[in-house]
């Protein structure tokens, strides 16, 4: 039997169901790997310990029913953006360090619902404002594979605790690409669905218009299983798409013979690493020789992707986090003597510099005089973005690319260069930016035994035809998988 924190949902839900192994067992086991490794690599901000031991306990001594629900007995993490009641939800930053929810959010609900064992909320770019886990007030992540450079961002945490093996799985955000470019430089799976597949209630708003939840995981049916868990309607969340919830797993081996995938040219630009590129090359090969038909399509507007996402994204951060005064809740400048300075010294002192920088930005586009100018243009260019997606799933079924445009680079690389860093979203803000589901997962290794991600994009609510050829890939593939060099045994 694999080391018990090496495991996937289902071969740990398999040997729980043999009782080849207690919750309490696997719990601990992850517990004990948390507390070696997280000094280090600082994924996780809260360990919930305590909690999780009771409730692995229940599970042992049969208070909780194994056999009732599919997550049940399975140690999971969430990104610390998701409201969870009773347990501190910092959103990376200084301004909510000590806040501590009332409520859960809908998904992590449902992760309750379905039985899974909270190990704790790990660590982020400050208010999910970031492609790299430097912005966190917290520290930054460190990427398994190398603890040198960064794990990608916004969700780093999660990407490097399932790599690293801390968890079973996560739960992440992407409003730009925070699941897919972690996952790839991470080298593990993670998908972000179709805009409002997934509830957004008790998810802390960075741009409302963007965020969508989702599962990074080791593997693709592993990914199916928690997006069966978490999608659904929620009537608490107006952006909510009404339609059924569906189970991912059922057509993951359903054949590919036929299927149509898409190779956008603007994805296989110059300028991208040369590794990168012959990786994703390489993977378009792999689907051929599965039995699928290649097509070159065309993404015109792709170019205007980067521009039009950083007008939006701050326009729409700049109202969301207006709410963070030092009034309500939230860190509070103590020595304030009137109102002005309240507001100002509490926003000044508890925000990190990307996300001031981010607020300013969006301010700025948003105030008279420039609202058509910037706000209203990219809105344009928006629409203009979903058409291209439109017309391009005429011609394909899938489209494919790579997630970023190089591995994972050095912590600090970047910092000073906050273009390039934005540049670095180049491949996966379009579909943001027009609601489209898109998955991300290992398709090869630099020379230095980085990871490169292959990003797989699906028409609107496509997300069972993303996992199936992602789960062909992986099939196919799957000698080939390495693990991060970090100790493999709990």
């Known amino acids: 039997m694999a080391s018990v924190t090496h495991m996937t949902i289902h071969e740990l839900r398999e040997a729980l169901l043999a009782k080849k192994l207690s919750v309490s067992e696997a719990v601990r086991a992850y517990l004990e790997r948390i507390e070696r490794l997280n000094p280090h690599l600082c994924c996780f901000l809260t360990v919930t310990a305590d909690q999780a031991l009771k409730d ?159 599962p990074m995981t080791k593997d693709v049916r592993d990914a199916a299983l928690l997006l069966s868990v978490i999608a659904g309607h929620d009537p608490k969340d107006s952006t909510s798409v009404d339609h059924p919830a569906e189970d991912y797993t059922a057509a993951l081996e359903a054949p590919i013979t036929g299927l149509r995938i898409g190779m956008p040219k603007e994805y296989f630009m110059e300028g991208t690493d040369p590794e990168v590129a012959e990786a994703t090359s390489k993977a378009c090969r792999i689907f051929r020789d599965l039995g699928a038909e290649l097509v070159e399509v065309s993404l015109p507007h792709t170019e205007y992707g980067v521009a039009a996402y950083y007008i939006i994204a701050p326009a729409e951060a700049s109202s969301n986090l207006a709410r963070y005064d030092g009034v309500k809740y939230g860190y509070r400048f103590a020595e304030a003597r009137d109102l002005m300075t309240l507001y100002k010294e509490s926003r000044s002192r508890g925000f990190g510099a990307e996300v001031k920088r981010r607020i300013m930005l969006g301010t700025y586009c948003l105030s008279a005089g420039y609202y058509d100018a910037y706000y209203r243009k990219a809105s344009q260019v928006r629409t203009l973005i979903r058409r291209d997606f439109t017309e391009a799933f005429q011609k394909c079924d899938v489209l494919i690319g790579p997630v970023s445009p190089t591995p994972a680079f050095k912590i600090g690389e970047k910092t000073d260069n906050p273009l390039q860093m934005y540049l670095n979203d180049i491949f996966t803000l379009p579909a943001s930016l027009a609601g489209l589901p898109g998955l991300s997962l290992p398709c090869g290794y630099t020379s230095a035994g980085l990871p490169i991600g292959l990003q797989i994009l699906g028409p609107h609510l496509g997300e069972a035809t993303v996992l199936k050829a992602a789960y062909h890939f992986e099939q196919a593939t799957k000698t080939e998988r390495q693990t991060p060099p970090v100790p493999e045994t709990a």
């Open 56 to 214: 692995a306990r229940d599970y042992d001594n049969s208070r909780k029913d194994l056999t009732a629900s599919p997550l049940a007995g399975v140690p999971i993490a969430v990104k610390d953006v998701l409201c969870t009641e009773g347990i501190r939800t910092t959103c990376g930053s200084k301004i909510l360090e000590n806040f501590i929810p009332p409520y859960d959010a809908t998904v992590v609900t449902r992760l309750k619902s379905s039985g899974a064992v909270l190990l704790g909320k790990t660590n982020m770019d400050e208010f999910a404002m970031g492609s790299s886990n430097e912005n966190s007030a917290f520290g930054p992540v460190r990427n398994p594979w190398d603890p040198d450079r960064v794990p990608g961002g916004s969700s780093g945490g999660s990407a490097a605790a399932v790599a690293a093996d801390l968890c079973a799985a996560a739960l992440g955000t992407d409003t730009g690409g925070s699941i897919r470019q972690p996952a790839s430089f991470c080298g593990i799976v993670g998908l972000k669905p179709t805009y409002g597949r997934v509830s957004r209630y008790g998810l802390v708003a960075f741009a409302s218009s963007l965020d969508q939840v989702g």
